[in-house]
């Protein structure tokens, strides 16, 4: 698919949303319908940052249903998932290969054991880098992330022009990250959206 840059928007600051709406926090903007344009759009999604909040919920993410649900009607160019990987966990390779064949661009990076035993992987410049580099070729990017580590290329993707969305649980999201977007999406209030109905239907994330 070739991505064509759309026409330069005259847009000096980020479009905020009406004060007309409910508010479900005090530093939440809320969010409005998911299908209400056809606008371009591109997704981002942080997979580490996305499941820790799905934990939060109990929520078993159907990532067919959590696609359609935030493109909604507009026309959806790329969709990509950022995640640490274990290159000997079976299910985990199953599950990403799952990911790659039903419409998700797979970015991935070795996990790092520190000396506590934990495993990480910091995939914030990766997704920092294809923000800004695909912002130009959409109309709206939606990031899947609370880390306020991506406040700063929210801000420079928004001032080029592009609407930004983001999508986390309030309790987990920085209130920097909140502010710079154009909308904020709360997790929780598309849960029933996105809810895997039926266990075992399709391959389980292993991150």
Request: net charge negative.
């Amino acid at each position: 698919m070739q991505l064509v840059p759309r026409p330069h928007r005259n847009q000096s600051s980020p479009q905020r949303l009406d004060h007309d709406q409910e508010v479900q926090h005090p530093t939440v903007k809320t969010v409005r319908s998911l299908t209400e344009t056809d606008d371009r759009v591109i997704i981002f999604i942080d997979g580490s940052n996305l499941f820790y909040a799905a934990m939060q919920l109990g929520l078993e993410i159907d990532y067919a249903k959590l696609l359609c649900c935030l493109t909604g009607q507009r026309r959806l160019l790329r969709a990509y998932f950022y995640t640490g990987v274990d290159r000997q966990n079976e299910k985990q390779q199953g599950f990403l290969l799952w990911m790659r064949r039903n419409g998700y661009r797979v970015v991935t990076k070795d996990l790092v054991q520190y000396p506590d035993g934990s495993k990480h992987a910091n995939l914030d410049v990766e997704i920092a880098i294809d923000m800004v580099m695909l912002a130009k070729h959409c109309d709206t990017a939606v990031l899947l992330s609370g880390d306020g580590d991506l406040a700063y290329v929210v801000n420079n993707v928004a001032y080029q022009g592009t609407r930004v969305e983001v999508v986390s649980l309030p309790a987990m999201t920085n209130d920097g990250l909140i502010d710079v977007a154009d909308r904020f999406i709360d997790l929780s209030a598309i849960q029933s959206q996105i809810q895997r109905s039926e266990p075992g239907s399709q391959a389980r994330p292993v991150l």
